[in-house]
T-cell receptor
Framework: AQSVTQPDIHITVSEGASLELRCNYS??????LFWYVQSPGQGLQLLLK??????LVQGIKGFEAEFKRSQSSFNLRKPSVHWSDAAEYFC?????????????FGKGTHLIIQP | DTAVSQTPKYLVTQMGNDKSIKCEQN?????MYWYKQDSKKFLKIMFS???????INETVPNRFSPKSPDKAHLNLHINSLELGDSAVYFC?????????????FGPGTRLTVT
């Protein structure tokens, strides 16, 4: 069965510092990969996605992620975080080739921004 | 012009009651989903549904049932509510089964069972 691991439950970063959130997946083939962000009391917003092609994908709010097949990883990065980036971040996988199955989510990483 | 909307946003009810949560999407998507987010923020798929098939996560109790009056709506009915049903429930939609369809999420419904 597919699974997603986000090894860091909490990460604290100073405002203006760089950020990397880790995500590893287990899947029979290369799945579709997503990063979502959830602000307190809000729904999930898609930051970026990877389906195929260039392994470095750009998303909204200055985020990017790199797919590394050899490491089964899809880490999220941002060069300089802002206080408004404080939120819960979820990595997710979906079935390759589409399909109506739901996404499998990691347990999330809670990002805290220090002033 | 909210893409995926849910009502109510908050739902407080007693054990044993039956309740429904409504979901509507105006994106023209073919597939809709229900997810449960527990107190530890873990998100788990409960159902996915399009006009051809209903996919049920086998761990979901049969007290939960999705009902789709039309392609734009997927409501969640819960019978005989239990304390453990307390969670945030998210509706989502996508163009699936077409490839490349990311899921768009509603704002969530926080269900509290007392």
């Amino acid at each position: 069965a597919q699974s997603v691991t986000q090894p860091d439950i909490h990460i604290t970063v100073s405002e203006g510092a760089s950020l990397e959130l880790r995500c590893n997946y287990s899947y029979g083939a290369t799945p579709y990969l997503f990063w979502y962000v959830q602000s307190p009391g809000q729904g999930l917003q898609l930051l970026l996605k990877y389906f195929s092609g260039d392994t470095l994908v750009q998303g909204i709010k200055g985020f990017e992620a790199e797919f590394k097949r050899s490491q089964s990883s899809f880490n999220l990065r941002k060069p300089s975080v802002h206080w408004s980036d404080a939120a819960e971040y979820f990595c997710a996988v979906g079935p390759p080739g589409g399909g109506a199955d739901g996404l499998t989510f990691g347990k999330g990483t809670h990002l805290i921004i220090q002033p | 012009d909210t893409a995926v909307s849910q009502t109510p946003k908050y739902l407080v009810t007693q054990m044993g009651n039956d309740k429904s949560i409504k979901c509507e999407q105006n994106l023209g998507h073919d597939t809709m989903y229900w997810y449960k987010q527990d107190s530890k923020k873990f998100l788990k798929i409960m159902f996915s549904y399009n006009n051809k098939e209903l996919i049920i996560n086998e761990t979901v109790p049969n007290r939960f049932s999705p009902k789709s009056p039309d392609k734009a709506h997927l409501n969640l009915h819960i019978n005989s509510l239990e304390l453990g049903d307390s969670a945030v429930y998210f509706c989502a939609s996508s163009h699936a089964p077409a490839p490349g369809g990311e899921q768009y999420f509603g704002p969530g419904t926080r269900l509290t069972v007392t």
